[in-house]
């Protein structure tokens, strides 16, 4: 099937089910599973995990999996010189950790797209401007080739390397990606648009309570 196809399905599928959960039609209980960079979402038994990372905060401080160990996190890739999407998504983000700041469950993970030109120091400063909470919000630079790897092949992120498999270009994406205290993908959301940041808080609390 065409990939425009799968991620139109995918967005319908996500409507739908978004219409439910207002409409209080059969309420949702239990998230899927994300497990393909299609989007398919899957009540089965998951098959994709976060794959190990090691990547350096704001702070300097190492962030690893085990930084997000029986903690729920929203991931998100950006640059601190973009002019496009990244002031809305970095918004947002605020907007999250504003919401969870008393929340010890949640953190937040947002990982350079530039490391060539972001580091540590002018992540640093960024978060400040940002009101970025280190102890709630992790800004990660590092190598270029783990940081396009894990976005493209741990959280599904680019979409135009979905499509082209050209691991030249640069990583463009708006997704914010829901990942349980296990590091399975359980939600994708377009993070510059309010409503999406509603469904999101919406599929954490039921992630929340799943057993």
Not at 108 to 129: A, C, F, I, N, Q
Not at 160 to 180: C, P, R, Y
Request: proline fraction near 5%.
């Amino acid at each position: 099937m065409n990939i425009n196809l799968k991620l139109i399905g995918f967005f319908i599928l996500m409507i739908f089910w978004s219409c439910k959960e207002k409409k209080g039609m059969h309420p949702i209980t239990s998230l899927p599973y994300f497990n393909s960079a299609d989007f398919t979402p899957e009540w089965d038994a998951p098959k994709h995990k976060i794959p190990s990372f090691s990547f350096v905060n704001q702070n300097g401080e190492i962030v690893t999996n085990s930084t997000f160990e029986n903690n729920i996190y929203i991931a998100d890739f950006f640059f601190t010189s973009c002019p496009g999407i990244c002031p809305k998504l970095t918004k947002n983000m605020s907007e999250l950790q504003e919401t969870y700041k008393n929340d010890n469950e949640i953190l937040l993970l947002s990982h350079t797209v530039m490391p060539w030109r972001d580091s540590v120091p002018l992540l640093k400063e960024y978060g400040l401007e940002n009101n970025v909470n280190p102890d709630k919000w992790h800004l990660v630079t590092g190598d270029k080739d783990e940081l396009y790897s894990m976005a493209r092949k741990g959280y599904f992120a680019d979409e135009d390397f979905t499509k082209t498999q050209d691991e030249s270009n640069f990583i463009h994406t708006e997704n914010f990606v829901l990942v349980d205290k296990e590091g399975y993908i359980r939600g994708v959301y377009n993070g510059t648009l309010e409503i999406d940041i509603e469904r999101l808080k919406r599929h954490i609390k039921i992630l929340k309570q799943e057993v």
